[in-house]
């Protein structure tokens, strides 16, 4: 990867980014910025969450709709030949393991993938915007993240405004109803996924009643 210029250091930046010369130039720590790779690398968000409060309950038509579409997108990804992986606030049956797949194109990427979406659970571990603020920091600089969620709140868009501020290139696909002119999504791609959803939803609460 060349490198093709510095700025500002970010705190979730990588140590091994900082660009020692220029940072005892200008007296202030500096990155590197790198040239764009031509392959796309994708990292799929996904959202368990289907209600603003999780002790709402959740919603399983619009569970299972932004499954598919994390599915679909980790499907077409593998199809264009690009690095892809998934993280999501939902963990595995009886374990508080969040199901997560690094980035990457080996034969049996999308295998894991699909494994981890038809065992993921309804119910958030945390929220989705404490997930990417930690876990973006690991994720392979130049990554375009795939924020996949039913519903958008005002914490969640405040994080992807931070996240933009700071050079991530980020595309959210919602089931909600957004205001693309929306100051907090601006560089955001915003995508609605809702075509095809029943009209009629029945809430599940914790515990599995209805």
Request: charged content about 20%; glycine content about 8%; overall charge neutral.
């Amino acid at each position: 990867i060349r490198t093709v210029g510095v700025r500002d250091h970010h705190p979730e930046d990588d140590f091994r980014r900082i660009h020692w010369k220029a940072t005892a130039r200008r007296q202030a720590l500096q990155s590197r910025v790198y040239e764009p790779s031509t392959a796309q690398n994708l990292v799929i968000i996904l959202n368990v969450a289907t209600m603003a409060k999780h002790w709402q309950g959740y919603i399983p038509e619009r569970m299972e709709r932004v499954v598919s579409v994390a599915a679909s997108t980790a499907a077409y990804a593998v199809e264009q030949r690009w690095p892809v992986g998934i993280l999501t606030n939902g963990a595995l049956p009886d374990s508080d393991q969040a199901v997560k797949v690094l980035p990457g194109r080996s034969p049996g990427q999308l295998t894991h993938i699909m494994e981890g979406l038809a065992a993921v659970s309804p119910v958030a571990t945390r929220q989705v915007e404490d997930l990417l603020r930690e876990e973006s920091p690991k994720l392979p600089w130049g990554s375009t993240l795939v924020v996949v969620t039913a519903v958008v709140t005002d914490p969640l868009k405040a994080t992807l405004a931070d996240l933009h501020a700071r050079g991530r290139r980020l595309v959210l696909a919602t089931l909600d109803e957004v205001d693309e002119a929306d100051p907090l999504l601006a560089g955001v791609i915003v995508r609605n996924i809702a075509g095809g959803l029943p009209a009629g939803e029945t809430v599940t609460l914790p515990g599995g009643q209805q």
